[in-house]
């Protein structure tokens, strides 16, 4: 009974192409995140929504566009894939409350050849 | 704006011997402060978290962390290590009314037989 799930585990692509990772949670949160980890290990966040509603948008490249159809769902599209992609991503959700944590998914890995 | 430090990006321990992982803070109002742990290939997940109830807090696997306002700190401590203790862990920051959270560049612990 997994809690934050993403699909799929592993993605290999070629530079250029077009990829979409997606992240469900069934625990009822109204937040969702999506982060970027490096090589290094460095966690950077991308986007946050809350309720459908896009409330943190960092310095992301364009070709990165996320959707959130419902509060349990929330998708990363990646456009014109570059090297520099290549990365693991996790999605996270969490209660509205700032002093609740998050709870992530299993990493999606990505790698740009 | 919030930032977390964290001293030394490897720490090696031997096995039995005490854990202390190092986290400074800055945040411009009471922060809710996070340690995350995250095995090998796997997503992060809440070791223990301060929210203001206490300063001196326990986690899971018997981890604890001290909350000291005077040096802005929030160490993470292990009386005796074990093996299964490896893995990389994340201090992070939150500040009240706000969804960001802030992650240090990480610690990765070893644990020598």
């Known amino acids: 009974d997994t809690a934050v799930s993403q699909t799929p585990k592993y993605l290999v692509t070629q530079m250029g192409n077009d990829k979409s990772i997606k992240c469900e949670q069934n625990?009822?949160?109204?937040?969702m995140y999506w982060y970027k980890q490096d090589s290094k290990k460095f966690l950077k966040i991308m986007f946050s929504y809350n309720n459908k509603e896009l409330i943190i948008n960092e310095t992301v490249p364009n070709r990165f566009s996320p959707k959130s159809p419902d509060k349990a769902h929330l998708n990363l599209h990646i456009n014109s894939l570059e090297l520099g992609d290549s990365a693991v991503y996790f999605c996270a959700s969490s209660q509205n409350s700032p002093m609740d944590e998050q709870y992530f998914g299993p990493g999606t890995r990505l790698t740009v050849t | 704006a919030q930032s977390v430090t964290q001293l030394g990006s490897h720490v090696s321990v031997s096995e039995g011997a005490l854990v202390l992982l190092r986290c400074n803070y800055s945040s411009s109002v009471p922060p809710y402060l996070f340690w995350y742990v995250q095995y090998p290939n796997q997503g992060l997940q809440l070791l223990l978290k301060y929210t203001s109830a206490a300063t001196l807090v326990k986690g899971i696997n018997g981890f604890e962390a001290e909350f000291k306002k005077s040096e802005t700190s929030f160490h993470l401590t292990k009386p005796s290590a074990h093996m299964s203790d490896a893995a990389e862990y994340f201090c992070a920051v939150k500040e009240g009314g706000y969804q960001k959270v802030t992650f240090g560049t990480g610690t990765k612990l070893q644990v020598i037989p």
């Open positions: 625990l009822g949160h109204d937040t």
